[in-house]
């Protein structure tokens, strides 16, 4: 029992530890152009379809530029099946939208105009791509279509950092109530650190930046917290008990309390995303790739960030 | 054992139990009854048991129906078996839990799991704007965003397909979701194609010779007329027949509206002339007054060059007849006319309700304000895919059950096989939970339930590490049981609750599936921690009964 870890002693190994993943990421991030928004946030189209064995990428791709679409092919699933994944962003919509959608709502008008028309659908990309497949190979089976028009992104993408704005809020306040300001603050700079670090994680390995990476990110927050809050929830618990001991060294007895906890339930967690890693497909492949880092940079925070910075708030405000 | 942990344990039984009956209509078998048309021929019968083989399914038959009892029926399967040629409708057989006094209720699937489409379409005001030549009110905005989902409402029931699901979002678009739909292109032909509101001269002669037509059909009053656009088609051609109809009229039907609900139905057989009077974009606009003798009366008014149209059909020699509005080739109203009205301001008199004054003006308003609608949004996965998910999703699943379960008990060992076992209940739980909230479960919400397998055993590698220190503190057995659990309360209180403000703003966020993934996680929260600080407390206290126990295996 009175063995514990000098953790806030070798802090500045974790700071400097930090500070490397930051740059390397960020680094990366800048390296590979940004992030890589998903559909969901840019709009576009993504068509997944199903083509006799003869057909290649090159070829679909060939088809799609003749009809002046230049669109993403990509193979789509295990080899059994020949599946492609075709999408294209909006800035490359854009570029025949003008002529295309044009002339489609002039054509509207005019039907309009001759049956005194209620509602009329106006068509996008996706009825035009799948019109050049279908003209083009025979036997082409569409599996699924995701189409996203720009206002729904914009829409989801104010969303979005209206929820973190929320999220961040809500935790403040609720861990202000529970426990004392001190703590709120490292478990924000603790939640800043693997929110970001997981963001930039995307950035670096191009990882496609949908709605559920947000939802992956989230439960990455959320993650965060209650990892931070065990271990605070001791410090807070030792400061009444182990009133004659230094803050120091009340904070490395509660880490070193709570660290089989820490690790216990991190490998419980990451056991479970492992296993929808390497069964699910596609979009909750990416989404278990995120939860698989994020909650391993949570363990580090935990212990590397939040706790160090309880003290070292601590000790400026108490000079 | 007192008499408190016998009322506890009868407790704790009557729950599970409770949680399993619940479960059964989501995870048991479904029976489908498909009812055959009289006509069927044996190899629409063949089709039939070659969709359900019997390796998989059991199947019954009597002499109008055919009985598909297995796993993986859903909704999708419903639309697709619907489709077939000689099968009239399908139905699902209530499961013994879905019927009082149980009540239990599903896991409905979404349209990512079952296959299916799913559009969102925005009102385009700008080109109303332009066609009308001046700005839109909010209030015309509103509207015709209500006349566009109504439109789509009628649209979509005539396609047949069962739980279609219609809203409007918060930003004004439409959100349509179709399950089982195999053929994207065909229902936005349909809901995209232009609806038609025309105003036409009934021919009282020949309606009331369609009308008589009818009399020495029984059949027709007892089951009313058919839905069908084709059987509609069918009849009004015979009816022609019959009554030799002249070529510059047609039959067309009457529509009124079932009580109370959204449906309209054919009524009545009406004979109008093919030649238009007034199309719908002939009226400006539409409003509620009264007229000579105060009664409730609709207004309207029509622009420049429907004045001219409209004076020519409220001319003399039509005085006494009606005029037909139809929408979509349906009759939906018809007034009759008694002066000539050259001003292009008319109104349509009758003994109407409030109800029915308002209903006409919005029909009216349907033709004058044309909605053109933007797809903003197309998401459509078909079956294969959606299986497919359904069987990773479970695989996944089944793995994290199983390989947290190894682990916990490697560490833990007796204690691990009691977290084991509450790992089982609390999936039991949340299955229940989410069946009796009716929850529409998403490829997210399958994410949600493997990563609260990962989650649920928190609450107990907490309480366990407490009691190993407790027990390394020298704390006898059963006190360092009864302190291990009270001091990590308020631990695994302040942890859950931090995860619940996350996953509760994660459902404010807009779509669907994120939905679906949050509500998984909070009542996976919620149920593991239930169960790790009731149930399993209550084993660890049965377990501890013994004064003198010495060891615990943990």
Redesign the interface.
Known sequence: ?DKYLKFIQYRFIGYVVTVVLFIVFITGTVMNGGFNWGIDFVGGIKI?AKFDQSVTAPKIREVLRAGNINADVQKYGGDEVNEYVISTRLPERAAYANVYEGAQ?RA??M??AA??????????G??RI?ALLKNNFTNV?????????P??GD??KK??IY?FF??VA??MV??AF?FEFRFSVGALAAIVHDVALTFLFCGMFSIEIN??I??GI??I???S??DT??VY??IR?NLTNMAKQSFMEIINRSVT??L??TI??T???????F??Y????D??ND??LI?LFGFSVGVFSTIFVASPLVYEWNRIKGK | MNRGMIYKTIFIVFLIAFAVVLILPTVGEREMNIILKEDVSSEQIAALNSRFPSDNYQIGRSADSFLVKGYGLNDAVMNEIRTFPGVKDVKFVQHWAERKPISAKRINLGLDLQGGMQLVLMPNFASIERRLGRKLTNEEKTGSAQQALELLRGRIDQFGVSEPSLRKRESGAIEIQLPGVRDPEGVKRLIGTTGRVEYRIVNEAYTKAAEEWFKDKPDYKEKGLPTGKKELFELSKKISEDITLPDNLEIMFFYSRVKNTKRIVPTTPMVLEKKLSLAGDDIKKAYRGFDDYGRLAVHFATTTEGAAKFAEATSKKNHGKRLAISIDSKVRSAPSMNVQISTGNAIIQGDFTQEEVDTLISIIKEGALPVDLEKIEERSVGPSMGVGSINSGIKALTAALIAVMIFMVIYYKLSGIISALGLVLNLVFMVSILSWLNFTLTLPGIAGFVLTIGFAVDANVIIYERIKEELANGKSVRLAVSSGFDRAFWTIFDANVTTLIAAFILSQFGTGPIKGFAVTLSIGVITSMFVALYITKFIFELITMKKDIQKLSI
């Open positions: 029992m997944i709502e509207a008008e039907a309009a049956t005194g028309s209620t509602l009329a659908v106006t068509n996008t996706a009825e799948q089976q569409i599996v699924g279509i995701d189409e996203v028009g206002a729904i829409y989801l969303s979005a929820l929320w999220c809500l935790m609720y861990l529970r709605i559920p947000i939802a989230l439960t927050f959320g993650y917290v209650n809050i065990v929830d001791r618990e309390q709570t089989s906890r216990l339930t490998i419980t967690s990451l056991i479970a995303v296993c929808l390497m069964i699910g497909e979009v909750i989404f278990a939860l």
